[in-house]
Nanobody
Framework: QVQLVESGGGLAQPGGSLRLSCATS????????MSWARQAPGKGLEWMCS????????HYADSVKGRFTISRDNVKNTVYLQMNSLKPEDTALYYC?????WGRGYFAPEEYDYRGQGTQVTVSS
């Protein structure tokens, strides 16, 4: 079955960096667009970014554009999120997502499945 296992979260200071990883299994990773989303306490799930199945194109929400970078390794079946210039408002539970259909292209934020347990990111001094 599809498995998405996020890791790499933790405590960071404002202005600091973290790198999240999402190891996947149970599907043909290279055929699917992947994304990252987050959920802050008391708020809904917020889509942040996505990367095409071949890594050729990425998309970002305005809230993270210029600070976060999504990438993928189709040999290791892993998607990454490099987070720089972290802010306290980045504090949230972070999830990786798999597009609901295979193929290259842009998918709307609601067209992803988020099945992992998430990894907690806390930004505080």
């Amino acid at each position: 079955q599809v498995q998405l296992v996020e890791s790499g979260g933790g405590l960071a200071q404002p202005g600091g960096s973290l790198r999240l990883s999402c190891a996947t299994s149970g599907f043909t990773f290279s055929a699917y667009v992947m994304s990252w989303a987050r959920q802050a306490p008391g708020k809904g799930l917020e889509w942040m970014c996505s990367v095409y199945n071949d890594g050729s194109e990425t998309h970002y929400a305005d809230s993270v554009k210029g600070r976060f970078t999504i990438s993928r390794d189709n040999v290791k079946n892993t998607v990454y999120l490099q987070m720089n210039s972290l802010k306290p408002e980045d504090t949230a539970l972070y999830y990786c997502g798999k597009a609901q259909r295979w193929g290259r292209g842009y998918f709307a934020p609601e067209e992803y499945d988020y099945r992992g347990q998430g990894t907690q990111v806390t930004v505080s001094s």
